[in-house]
């Protein structure tokens, strides 16, 4: 069996079926990164991995599971999808940092520092102080950057960003968002944000959220492959993946989980938080069969072959080839940072 192009994709969280792997098979998706927390706790964490290990075992013909780069490519040579764990929340970790190793060693790859709200580690986006990385936060980071376990900052604010890649020993991820200036909500991310991103190595998945995108569902592909350009003008193409964000097959329900989780009883939308309820997906990509769909725009929008193919997988699998496993050498705690 020859090997597939490498395609990656920086996050999803599908309600995971037979159905949505045979899509990625079709669609010819190598990897992904599938959320399995939003608000949990670590029992809860492992209770969804012990779900993926059943559905890895029954589903083995069409996914493995991630847990280095070389992962990648078996499953691109093997016609499967590799899934790789992630958090959007360090609430999985409670406060303890020793669960941080734990969950090293159950699969999880990616931990975001918040989801929108205050952490005990960081700012999310949506408080109206950003106080930055906490002292938990930045002792969070050193460990992961010892473990090899990459650490996102999608949904978490300014400074707290800045500050998490000042800190780091290691490049950070922003697994899901898109350029401020493109789609202006401070759920994106700055210039001053993406430009020190890619001065650190880092990784920005640009995402096919309609709320990340520039006229929501209406988002034409053009529209996408022209920011995309803009931006790899600017910081380079080799720091650019996708990150699509499907959210697959999932009621509506789900949504007040991910925006409130157990924190308020308050209604989302009253809040200020935004509707509990999906929006339609861009005409040009509604699942993993769409990422023909985004290549041929890509070419058509200026890229070349090299360049998308870099930027639909490649640049994912030199990232993760680097960001996972133990460190070379050792970790020294965190150099003393302000933000940029």
């Given at each position: 069996?020859?090997?597939r192009a490498i395609l990656v994709d920086g996050l999803q969280y599908g309600r995971w079926s037979?159905?949505?792997?045979?899509?990625?098979?079709?669609?010819?998706?190598?990897?992904?990164?599938?959320?399995?927390?939003?608000?949990?706790?670590?029992?809860?964490?492992?209770?969804?991995?012990?779900?993926?290990?059943?559905?890895?075992?029954?589903?083995?013909?069409?996914?493995?599971?991630?847990?280095?780069?070389?992962?990648?490519?078996?499953?691109?040579?093997?016609?499967?999808?590799?899934?790789?764990?992630?958090?959007?929340?360090?609430?999985?970790?409670?406060?303890?940092?020793?669960?941080?190793?734990?969950?090293?060693?159950?699969?999880?790859?990616?931990?975001?520092?918040?989801?929108?709200?205050?952490?005990?580690?960081?700012?999310?986006?949506?408080?109206?102080?950003?106080?930055?990385?906490?002292?938990?936060?930045?002792?969070?980071?050193?460990?992961?950057?010892?473990?090899?376990?990459?650490?996102?900052?999608?949904?978490?604010?300014?400074?707290?960003?800045?500050?998490?890649?000042?800190?780091?020993?290691?490049?950070?991820?922003?697994?899901?968002?898109?350029?401020?200036?493109?789609?202006?909500?401070?759920?994106?991310?700055?210039?001053?944000?993406?430009?020190?991103?890619?001065?650190?190595?880092?990784?920005?998945?640009?995402?096919?959220?309609?709320?990340?995108?520039?006229?929501?569902?209406?988002?034409?592909?053009?529209?996408?492959?022209?920011?995309?350009?803009?931006?790899?003008?600017?910081?380079?193409?080799?720091?650019?993946?996708?990150?699509?964000?499907?959210?697959?097959?999932?009621?509506?329900?789900?949504?007040?989980?991910?925006?409130?989780?157990?924190?308020?009883?308050?209604?989302?939308?009253?809040?200020?938080?935004?509707?509990?309820?999906?929006?339609?997906?861009?005409?040009?990509?509604?699942?993993?069969?769409?990422?023909?769909?985004?290549?041929?725009?890509?070419?058509?929008?200026?890229?070349?072959?090299?360049?998308?193919?870099?930027?639909?997988?490649?640049?994912?699998?030199?990232?993760?080839?680097?960001?996972?496993?133990?460190?070379?050498?050792?970790?020294?705690?965190?150099?003393?940072?302000?933000?940029?």
């Amino acid at each position: 069996m020859s090997a597939r192009a490498i395609l990656v994709d920086g996050l999803q969280y599908g309600r995971w079926s037979p159905a949505l792997f045979q899509q990625m098979r079709e669609g010819g998706v190598s990897a992904i990164h599938a959320t399995v927390a939003y608000h949990e706790n670590f029992r809860d964490c492992v209770e969804h991995i012990l779900a993926w290990n059943r559905r890895f075992a029954d589903h083995a013909d069409l996914i493995l599971p991630g847990r280095d780069a070389a992962d990648i490519e078996r499953a691109s040579l093997e016609g499967r999808t590799a899934v790789f764990f992630g958090s959007q929340n360090p609430s999985v970790i409670e406060s303890d940092l020793r669960l941080v190793e734990a969950l090293y060693a159950l699969g999880l790859r990616f931990l975001q520092l918040s989801y929108n709200n205050q952490s005990l580690l960081c700012t999310g986006w949506r408080e109206a102080e950003d106080t930055g990385l906490t002292l938990m936060g930045r002792e969070v980071v050193r460990e992961m950057n010892r473990l090899g376990m990459v650490v996102d900052m999608s949904h978490s604010s300014e400074r707290s960003t800045l500050e998490a890649i000042a800190a780091s020993q290691r490049p950070i991820a922003v697994t899901h968002a898109n350029p401020r200036w493109w789609r202006d909500t401070a759920r994106n991310k700055s210039e001053r944000v993406l430009d020190a991103l890619a001065e650190s190595g880092g990784m920005v998945g640009l995402s096919l959220y309609p709320a990340h995108l520039k006229d929501g569902s209406a988002c034409t592909l053009a529209s996408f492959v022209d920011m995309a350009r803009r931006l790899a003008d600017r910081i380079g193409v080799e720091h650019i993946g996708i990150g699509s964000d499907l959210c697959q097959d999932q009621p509506d329900e789900v949504v007040r989980w991910m925006r409130v989780g157990r924190w308020t009883f308050g209604d989302p939308d009253a809040m200020g938080l935004g509707k509990a309820a999906f929006p339609a997906q861009p005409a040009f990509f509604r699942d993993n069969r769409d990422f023909a769909t985004l290549r041929a725009g890509l070419l058509a929008g200026g890229f070349s072959a090299d360049e998308a193919d870099r930027l639909l997988g490649l640049n994912w699998l030199a990232f993760m080839r680097a960001s996972f496993g133990a460190a070379a050498t050792p970790i020294v705690p965190s150099r003393s940072v302000a933000a940029r």
